[in-house]
């Protein structure tokens, strides 16, 4: 089916926000009643959408009207999200709902090991009698964008100008694409999660390094080859802590959960302390332990309020598997937010979510059914 513009309108607003009655997705998108009728028939011909059956909806008052829902059960994906040690996987409908989950571990970053755990987690999760696989999404730490086929960087990885995108494609035999994993994860949130309903906002994650997703106006910031949201080393204290990179006092060096370690187990000279061993110490009331996390949770909070500075979000949202230091950091965080927030301004909203790997793999499958909907 060849899409329109106003058909690609509709068909996303019955998909995040639906069911919904024919008048209100007209009033939403400013259509005739006519143009509206023009627009879906395609899609009920077809069953992408159906009315909702009597008795689902709102009970209403005079003649019913029956509300328009997606079929979410007309196409698949599966989305894949790498770590350095691992490969998790799901496989989803079209409203992103998970139908089934794997993870398998990574021996090595060859990229024939990858490819062969990439391809054993797609065929594990294609289970006969579901719709054939309309899509592929892989997202990693790194450049890449859903537009382009290859790693251009992943660090994490190790891996420099790899046609990953074509290689997985080849393998598995279904359309993939590629991006950056705090974007997909940001795109999950704004079809399928806290970002529904917001036309503008971002998501910062914290782990082994710092990453910012944002919708601004509706639309997933993607910017120049993929390099929107590189937060990580904004600089914090000019006198601070030196990062990987040799930049000294920038927000990986404070944040990241590497840092955080480092800077405990460095100080108290214990090397064996792991990151959760560092929190625990926090949490015990460690002098050295608290001290570094009130420095993480302030720094935090100055990213926070720079991203909100510049882009003008409604809302922001903390996740990333370091994230669960918030709870011994969150005066410092909030002191900071206030303080760097601009003096016209009240500091924005903030919620923090732990994803689990699973959820950031579920954004590579949206990543891949944005691609269909809006760009195939």
Not at 343 to 349: E, L, Q
Request: proline letters at 6%; charged letters at 20%; aromatic letters at 4%.
């Amino acid at each position: 089916m060849r899409l329109t513009d106003a058909m690609r309108s509709v068909f996303v607003e019955l998909l995040v926000h639906g069911p919904l009655s024919r008048a209100e997705v007209a009033r939403r998108l400013t259509l005739s009643p006519s143009a509206l009728t023009k627009v879906t028939k395609p899609f009920l011909e077809a069953g992408y959408l159906r009315e909702q059956a009597a008795g689902e909806g709102t009970a209403t008052v005079g003649r019913p009207s029956q509300p328009l829902e997606v079929d979410a059960s007309r196409m698949s994906f599966v989305g894949i999200k790498l770590t350095a040690d691992e490969l998790f996987a799901v496989r989803t409908d079209l409203a992103a709902t998970v139908q089934a989950e794997t993870c398998r571990p990574l021996a090595d970053h060859r990229i024939g090991t990858v490819l062969g755990e990439i391809t054993r987690a797609v065929t594990e999760l294609t289970s006969p009698g579901l719709p054939p696989l309309s899509g592929v999404g892989i997202s990693l730490a790194g450049t890449a964008t859903p537009s382009d086929p290859v790693v251009h960087t992943s660090p994490f990885l190790g891996w420099s100008q790899l046609p990953l995108a074509a290689l997985v494609e080849e393998a598995v035999g279904v359309p993939t694409v590629l991006d950056n994993d705090v974007r997909a994860l940001t795109a999950v949130q704004q079809w399928f999660g806290e970002g529904v309903g917001h036309s503008s906002f971002a998501l910062i994650t914290v782990g082994a390094g710092i990453g910012c997703g944002l919708v601004i106006g509706d639309r997933l910031v993607t910017g120049q080859s993929g390099a929107a949201g590189l937060v990580g080393h904004l600089s914090i204290d000019d006198r601070g802590p030196m990062c990987e990179q040799g930049h000294r006092g920038c927000a990986r060096a404070y944040v990241s959960s590497p840092a955080v370690r480092r800077s405990v187990a460095g100080t108290l000279e214990r090397p064996e302390l792991t990151f959760d061993d560092c929190l625990a110490l926090a949490r015990d009331g460690d002098p050295v332990a608290r001290r570094v996390l009130g420095e993480a949770g302030s720094a935090l909070g100055q990213v926070v309020a720079t991203v909100a500075n510049i882009t003008g979000p409604e809302l922001v949202i903390l996740s990333g598997e370091a994230v669960h230091m918030y709870e011994l950091c969150a005066d410092a965080f909030q002191a900071a937010l206030a303080r760097h927030t601009h003096w016209t301004s009240t500091p924005v909203r903030v919620v923090v979510k732990p994803f689990a790997f699973n959820e950031w793999a579920r954004g590579a499958a949206v990543t891949a059914l944005q691609h269909q909907l809006l760009h195939g």
